[in-house]
């Protein structure tokens, strides 16, 4: 909510600043500190517990978005020397930074080629263990960018 209003105010352009989390592993404190404000009037402390959110929050953010340019970097190196495929297979992977989890048919979608060209895409993207698919069924498969899923947790 504090985030929504500094970007309503023109203090943040965008919503960059996820301090939920912050406040959910600090609970007591976040508690604790607008108990202090409504009994002793003072706004200090609980400014201080705010602004130690923005900065752990924001150094977060720096650190995955760095993460995710490194493994930009990696995969795309991975998959440069794999001929024309790899370079279908670059199209699918920059697709997934926005939306990691994708099938076929989106899959086809990204690159503009048949079913049968974006299943051989999809299978050089497993081989070299950029994606995997996570449904185990015969039709109907997810695949998820699960390396760029997990650094965010």
Do not use: C
């Amino acid at each position: 909510m504090i985030t929504l209003y500094l970007v309503d105010k023109g203090i943040l352009k965008k919503h960059i600043l996820y301090l939920s989390d912050y406040f959910e592993r600090n609970r007591k404190l976040y508690y604790d500190n607008l108990m202090y404000v409504r009994e002793d009037h003072n706004m200090n402390q609980w400014l201080k517990f705010f602004l130690n959110g923005i900065i752990e929050t924001s150094k977060k953010g720096v650190e995955t978005f760095n993460a995710i340019l490194q493994l930009q970097r990696i995969t795309e190196e991975k998959l440069k020397n794999t001929g024309s495929r790899g370079i279908d297979a670059i199209k699918i992977v920059q697709s997934m930074y926005s939306m990691p989890i994708i099938d076929a048919n989106k899959a086809m979608g990204v690159i503009g080629k048949s079913i049968n060209t974006t299943y051989k895409t999809i299978d050089l993207l497993e081989e070299m263990k950029v994606i995997e698919e996570i449904t185990g069924a015969q039709r109907g498969k997810l695949y998820a960018f699960t390396e760029y899923i997990d650094l965010f947790k």
